[in-house]
């Protein structure tokens, strides 16, 4: 047991699979081991490398494990995958691990603290009832529409269709119809009370923490995406420039190329989707801003947008946006103004 020096940890609900090697490569443990004994197990063992693939609860069991004094290397599941020999079982992904976590061109995924988890939990609770509060306002436009009541797109036209529901002498709806959109319409009341109840708190989280204050500073960037990029990216540096994480965000092209001739196609997607509607939509509320209030200050984006159409013109900004704020993290800058908008 004290010869193990790297050990792939497939890990699961209850039970998890080990594959421990020497410094040799030899094969020294194999083991099945149930949730409770997982902790009691590594305490045991003498500090060695452990490889974890990057999914549900693997930060919290990272954590877990480097508070026992072993260094842990969280990797990208597709990343794994091309180590699997033949059939896939737990068996064979730890083996997997294992064998990946020791490549020297392994890219690894930096453990988040458990503030960070709490901050993403915030975002992605808060984006999970925008949704539904979407499905709810859908709900009542089609189910009034079906009796001839319809009202504007907007805040506005669904206050409106509220106020005809609530109005019990109106005869253009049966009464079952109006329980029924009445109690739609206090789920989306109750909904709206939870939004901005998170919106307050990703707020404090804002003002609490100085790296998101800097990010706020540059345009087109918010208390949410700063929140979200300060708890999304644990460690800046794992990236090697501003274009890696642009692509980790998936706003570059995709690429097709052969034969030495580049061809490029629309952007990958790849990486958090979050993130990169917040960026798209900061990008475009900067391009609303300038052409009310004109581009002349911002040359590169007026010639932009003089031969793209906006929404191209907005996904080149968010990637602009996006290597800005990967510096202003990695470097612990502040946000500078171009030269010809200081001017």
């Keep these: 047991m004290q010869t193990v020096r790297t050990i792939g940890l497939d890990i699961a609900k209850s039970v998890f699979q080990i594959h421990g090697v020497d410094a040799a490569g030899n094969v020294v443990i194999r083991r099945r081991l149930k949730r409770r004994y997982v902790l009691s197990f590594f305490q045991k063992l003498p500090p060695c490398l452990i490889g974890i693939e990057a999914c549900a609860s693997s930060h919290h069991w990272s954590r877990e494990l480097q508070a026992l004094g072993h260094t842990v290397r969280l990797m990208p599941p597709a990343y794994v995958r091309p180590y699997v020999k033949r059939q896939k079982n737990d068996a064979a992904d730890a083996e997997a691990i294992c064998e990946a976590v020791t490549r020297a061109n392994m890219r690894f995924v930096a453990t988040k603290t458990s503030e960070q988890q709490s901050c993403l939990m915030l975002h992605r609770t808060r984006h999970l009832f925008i949704r539904q509060q979407t499905a709810v306002i859908n709900a009542i436009r089609a189910h009034l529409a079906e009796f001839g009541i319809v009202a504007p797109v907007g805040r506005n036209g669904i206050e409106q269709l509220l106020d005809v529901v609530a109005h019990a002498g109106d005869n253009q709806l049966p009464e079952i119809a109006r329980a029924c959109v009445l109690a739609l319409g206090a789920q989306l009341r109750?909904?709206?009370?939870?939004?901005?109840?998170?919106?307050?708190?990703?707020?404090?989280?804002?003002?609490?923490?100085?790296?998101?204050?800097r990010l706020d500073d540059i345009p087109g960037v918010g208390p949410a995406l700063a929140t979200a990029l300060v708890a999304s990216v644990a460690d800046p540096k794992a990236f090697r420039s501003g274009r890696d994480f642009s692509a980790w965000i998936g706003l570059v092209p995709k690429q097709h190329s052969s034969g030495g001739k580049d061809k490029l196609g629309s952007i990958s997607k790849q990486g958090d989707r979050y993130l990169r509607s917040l960026f798209t939509t900061g990008a475009l509320a900067v391009i609303r801003y300038a052409k009310i209030h004109g581009t002349k200050h911002r040359p590169w984006l007026t010639a932009l947008l003089a031969r793209r159409p906006t929404k191209v013109a907005a996904i080149a900004l968010a990637n602009k946006i996006a290597r800005m704020a990967w510096a202003m993290m990695a470097r612990g800058d502040r946000y500078r103004e171009p030269v010809a908008l200081a001017a």
């Design 190 to 213: 109750t909904l709206q009370a939870q939004i901005l109840n998170f919106d307050r708190q990703i707020m404090a989280w804002h003002r609490s923490s100085e790296a998101s204050k």
